[in-house]
């Protein structure tokens, strides 16, 4: 069907309306209950979708703008590292409490018989969504308190680690050499952090800050372009395309460093805009467009997993992080820490998918990790948020 004619354009209007209802229902259930937006654009998508109202199916042009917002959630979640100020003990200890996540998941699906699925669903169990739970933490001030260089050093490991094993090991491109390129865009994000001390480049600063008021925006369109190659070289070589976005939002933090804090700022929030406010809200839409609904209600075995596999996401990622942090942060602060370490989603989406497709796992035990990972969304931060109202009162900082 050609895209610019019959119910197309009907169902991306659709798609629309509902990426701007979601922030006007936050706002209007905020007096009961804060929920963060991403799960508004969820259920609305399930409502949207197919297995609901059939006010939109599943279509290539949604997909494709589907993931073009996959891969800006995660440019996005990769430009936002400030590497200076989680290296040293955060970014230590956020190394060590992925491995023993990593290793706990593992160890608990082998037991529990997973089978060959058992590497894959570990890469979903033990990730973070950063890119999901920046928003929400940059917006409530979390960032700027103590806690933000572990939030983020953890919301880094937790989801750039996933992320290269999944490259690693299930990648589907043709390409010899895959695994060797795959390492090398996983190494770009660490050789970019490695270089973030260089003096800046005087004429770097002068092209970017000449042209960031003009209609040449030299900075977005530099920012745009990296991003289009990387996720262009990762689907090339059968790497997924999350990886290259990842790397490439590093790398642009590292360039636009040359830039004063102001100039910068106001390029993130140019990118903020074109994310946040276009792309991104569609792929989490078009998430619960896709999510499959009826295999879920029609497995009570799946439904009675939704549960499980949140309390596998609370041990796994929240337990592990609240106990290796004991000696760096008071009681409160882990709190909020392990709340948000353990939020996950967009990683989850991808592996569960994976598995299914591979034959790993069934559909509907798919959607049910998925399932919990939306859960996830919704309940871990809003206990994070409790915590921190409770101890830092970080939730009343300006927002930054």
Same mark, same amino acid.
């Given at each position: 069907?050609?895209?610019?004619?019959?119910?197309?354009?009907?169902?991306?209007?659709?798609?629309?309306?509902?990426?701007?209802?979601?922030?006007?229902?936050?706002?209007?259930?905020?007096?009961?209950?804060?929920?963060?937006?991403?799960?508004?654009?969820?259920?609305?998508?399930?409502?949207?979708?197919?297995?609901?109202?059939?006010?939109?199916?599943?279509?290539?042009?949604?997909?494709?703008?589907?993931?073009?917002?996959?891969?800006?959630?995660?440019?996005?979640?990769?430009?936002?590292?400030?590497?200076?100020?989680?290296?040293?003990?955060?970014?230590?200890?956020?190394?060590?409490?992925?491995?023993?996540?990593?290793?706990?998941?593992?160890? &608990?699906?082998?037991? @529990? +018989?997973?089978?060959?699925? %058992? /590497?894959?669903? #570990?890469?979903?169990?033990?990730?973070? =969504? !950063?890119?999901?739970?920046?928003?929400?933490?940059?917006?409530?001030?979390?960032?700027?308190?103590?806690?933000?260089?572990?939030?983020?050093?953890?919301?880094?490991?937790?989801?750039?680690?996933?992320?290269?094993?999944?490259?690693?090991?299930?990648?589907?491109?043709?390409?010899?050499?895959?695994?060797?390129?795959?390492?090398?865009?996983?190494?770009?994000?660490?050789?970019?952090?490695?270089?973030?001390?260089?003096?800046?480049?005087?004429?770097?600063?002068?092209?970017?800050?000449?042209?960031?008021?003009?209609?040449?925006?030299?900075?977005?369109?530099?920012?745009?372009?990296?991003?289009?190659?990387?996720?262009?070289?990762?689907?090339?070589?059968?790497?997924?395309?999350?990886? &290259?976005?990842?790397? @490439? +939002?590093?790398?642009?933090? %590292? /360039?636009?460093? #040359?830039?004063?804090?102001?100039?910068? =700022? !106001?390029?993130?929030?140019?990118?903020?805009?074109?994310?946040?406010?276009?792309?991104?809200?569609?792929?989490?839409?078009?998430?619960?467009?896709?999510?499959?609904?009826?295999?879920?209600?029609?497995?009570?075995?799946?439904?009675?997993?939704?549960?499980?596999?949140?309390?596998?996401?609370?041990?796994?990622?929240?337990?592990?992080?609240?106990?290796?942090?004991?000696?760096?942060?008071?009681?409160?602060?882990?709190?909020?820490?392990?709340?948000?370490?353990?939020?996950?989603?967009?990683?989850?989406?991808?592996?569960?998918?994976?598995?299914?497709?591979?034959?790993?796992?069934?559909?509907?035990?798919?959607?049910?990790?998925?399932?919990?990972?939306?859960?996830?969304?919704?309940?871990?931060?809003?206990?994070?948020?409790?915590?921190?109202?409770?101890?830092?009162? #970080?939730?009343?900082?300006?927002?930054?």
């Amino acid at each position: 069907m050609d895209v610019m004619h019959g119910a197309v354009p009907i169902e991306l209007l659709v798609l629309a309306m509902a990426t701007v209802a979601a922030p006007l229902l936050v706002d209007r259930l905020e007096r009961w209950v804060r929920l963060p937006s991403v799960v508004v654009e969820i259920v609305l998508g399930i409502v949207i979708g197919p297995q609901v109202l059939g006010l939109v199916q599943e279509h290539l042009l949604f997909e494709t703008v589907s993931q073009l917002g996959l891969a800006m959630l995660f440019f996005l979640a990769g430009y936002e590292i400030d590497f200076r100020a989680v290296r040293g003990r955060p970014i230590m200890l956020a190394s060590l409490g992925w491995v023993l996540s990593f290793a706990l998941a593992a160890g &608990g699906l082998a037991v @529990a +018989g997973a089978g060959a699925a %058992v /590497l894959i669903l #570990a890469i979903g169990l033990c990730s973070t =969504a !950063l890119g999901t739970t920046l928003p929400i933490a940059r917006d409530s001030g979390l960032l700027a308190g103590p806690v933000g260089p572990f939030l983020m050093a953890v919301g880094a490991v937790g989801e750039f680690a996933p992320i290269a094993l999944l490259a690693l090991f299930y990648s589907e491109g043709e390409h010899s050499g895959r695994t060797t390129v795959a390492i090398a865009l996983a190494g770009l994000a660490v050789a970019a952090a490695a270089f973030g001390s260089l003096k800046r480049s005087e004429r770097v600063s002068r092209l970017l800050s000449a042209t960031l008021g003009t209609s040449a925006q030299l900075a977005v369109r530099l920012s745009v372009l990296v991003l289009l190659a990387a996720v262009l070289l990762a689907a090339e070589i059968g790497v997924d395309i999350v990886l &290259g976005a990842f790397a @490439a +939002g590093v790398c642009m933090h %590292v /360039l636009l460093s #040359a830039l004063d804090e102001r100039e910068e =700022a !106001l390029v993130q929030s140019k990118l903020d805009g074109i994310g946040f406010g276009a792309v991104v809200p569609v792929f989490f839409v078009y998430t619960g467009v896709t999510f499959d609904l009826d295999s879920l209600a029609g497995s009570p075995a799946a439904l009675a997993l939704i549960p499980v596999f949140l309390g596998a996401f609370a041990v796994v990622r929240g337990v592990t992080t609240y106990a290796l942090f004991a000696r760096v942060l008071p009681r409160a602060q882990r709190g909020v820490l392990a709340a948000f370490a353990a939020t996950e989603l967009p990683i989850v989406v991808v592996a569960a998918t994976t598995a299914a497709e591979r034959g790993l796992v069934d559909e509907s035990v798919a959607a049910a990790m998925i399932g919990a990972a939306m859960l996830s969304v919704l309940v871990f931060p809003l206990v994070g948020l409790r915590w921190a109202r409770m101890d830092t009162k #970080a939730v009343t900082a300006e927002a930054i």
